[in-house]
């Protein structure tokens, strides 16, 4: 009898396990699915990050390694929803918005299914059985949540509904920042893409003065990361050690900052000096991307308009003159340890 119980609590702990490790490995591969996925949606190819995390996720589903309502699940219906997002605006399929629209509201549930559950199980009640995300996950959670809800209302401001769509895009992405600094700092490249965004919304609404304040605000950020952290005072330009940086941020950073320099170009026109900070810092990140052609192109443009307006000792003119003498001589050797 002793024997039996003590056999069936093993096998019971066993079956634990083995249910643990698929949820382990289930997690691992929707994170790779949502990674590639984000990586796609740079490269406009929003239907094939779509399906891939859909497909995914359903499979995740149907063989019971998650449930529909698994908080596990959120970073893939974050990731659906910027896809279809994207297709909405980009491809005029307003459709595709209502769509993005329902993932967000499931992940909104979920979360606060989870958070509910969590609060209950402090209480000493029965709540949701042992998820595999910490207390920083879930933040951050809400921190994508709100950015994500922040991009569906910008996309959705039309006519119809303008001064709402636009209030509540302004609210949740001024949520989102909040979010964010708490735990990266308000200096973060990685609050340039709420940033940017911000900026979107004030540039659609004619706000001028407050779109260039924003996006200004990641020209500084990117320029003093690559400048101070990346190429380093090296005679060679190298990496920074990454440890939580892989080349999609880059990636991004260099779409927003083409949209960025655009405007600067438009408001400012070519020969400001805002215009060629911005050339500047969209020139580093294409280095950074391996575009190293383009990218000597844009610093040489920026280094002429610092050169006319500031004079050529300038400290900016020399700073982006030095900079170019190190790239020329590295030759085509980049070497770009992204992870």
């Known amino acids: 009898m002793a024997a039996g119980a003590t056999g069936g609590a093993y096998a019971a702990e066993d079956d634990v396990s083995r249910k643990r490790l698929r949820k382990e490995n289930g997690k691992i591969d929707i994170n790779e699915a949502v990674e590639t996925a984000k990586r796609l949606i740079i490269q406009t190819r929003y239907e094939e990050a779509n399906r891939l995390v859909y497909d995914k996720m359903t499979d995740m589903i149907r063989n019971k390694v998650f449930g529909e309502n698994s908080i596990e699940l ?21 459709q595709r918005l209502k769509k993005a629209e329902e993932f967000l509201i499931a992940a909104y ?20 059985e042992d998820s595999l995300v910490t207390k920083e996950e879930i933040e951050r959670y809400r921190a994508i949540l709100n950015k994500t809800f922040g991009k569906l209302f910008l996309h959705q401001n039309s006519a119809a509904t303008k001064t ?4 509540q895009a302004l609210d949740k992405l001024s949520h989102a920042i909040y979010l964010e600094s708490q735990f990266y700092g308000p200096e973060s490249i ?22 260039r304040n924003f996006y200004q ?21 190298e990496d920074y050690t990454y440890t939580a940086i892989d ?38 990140v294409l280095f950074k991307n391996e575009n190293r052609e383009e990218a000597l192109d844009h610093m ?40």
């Open 74 to 94: 959120l970073p893939a219906y974050f990731v659906l929803a910027d896809a279809n997002i994207h297709m909405g605006h980009s491809m005029g399929q307003p």
């Open 109 to 128: 549930w979920n979360l606060l299914k989870y958070t509910s559950d969590e609060n209950d199980k402090s209480d000493g009640k029965a709540g949701q």
């Open 164 to 167: 709402n769509a636009t209030q």
């Open 190 to 211: 990685y609050l340039c893409s709420s940033y940017f965004y911000m900026g979107e919304v004030f540039k659609k609404e004619g706000q001028v003065v407050n779109a």
């Open 217 to 237: 605000k990641i020209v500084q950020i990117w320029r003093k990361f690559i400048t101070e952290k990346d190429l380093g005072n090296s005679l060679m330009i």
């Open 247 to 284: 080349r999609y941020y880059y990636e991004e950073a260099q779409e927003h900052l083409r949209v960025i320099l655009n405007f600067f170009e438009i408001e400012y026109g070519t020969q400001d000096v805002q215009t060629a900070e911005c050339e500047f810092t969209f020139a580093l």
């Open 300 to 339: 040489a443009k920026a280094h002429m308009t610092f050169a006319n307006a500031m004079g050529e000792f300038d400290r900016k003119t020399k700073e982006v003159e030095s900079i170019i003498k190190r790239i020329q001589m590295q030759g085509g050797n980049v070497n770009n340890n992204h992870h």
